[in-house]
Nanobody
Framework: QVQLVESGGGLVQAGGSLRLSCVVSGRTFDNYAMAWFRQRPGKEREFVAVITGRIGSIYSIESVKGRFTISKDNAKNTVYLQMNSLKPEDAALYYC??????????????????WGQGTQVTVSS
């Protein structure tokens, strides 16, 4: 059974930084595409960033480019989301997700086989 556990969320002032972590257990995740999604109150879940399995290609939404960085450590089965210059609109429940697929539109939630429970990020203005 694959499990994803996120951590690192919290309360931060606008302009501050947080680093989210997602530990994957139950299977080696070297070939998985790993992504972060977020859901803001009253909004649909939104794709944030993905790092693909074999090649490690990175894609992210425009609003976080230059501020958020996704990375992974295969030895630790962990994917990270470094978030800098946080804005109040970044406040959300952030989810980690894993996909066994190697091709497709990784911005779509249905591409992912496993999800974490989420970690809350709150940004005060």
């Amino acid at each position: 059974q694959v499990q994803l556990v996120e951590s690192g969320g919290g309360l931060v002032q606008a302009g501050g930084s947080l680093r989210l972590s997602c530990v994957v257990s139950g299977r080696t995740f070297d070939n998985y595409a790993m992504a972060w999604f977020r859901q803001r109150p009253g909004k649909e879940r939104e794709f944030v960033a993905v790092i693909t399995g074999r090649i490690g290609s990175i894609y992210s939404i425009e609003s976080v480019k230059g501020r958020f960085t996704i990375s992974k450590d295969n030895a630790k089965n962990t994917v990270y989301l470094q978030m800098n210059s946080l804005k109040p609109e970044d406040a959300a429940l952030y989810y980690c997700a894993a996909s066994q697929r190697t091709v497709g539109d990784f911005s779509l939630g249905r591409m992912y086989d496993y999800w974490g429970q989420g970690t809350q990020v709150t940004v005060s203005s």
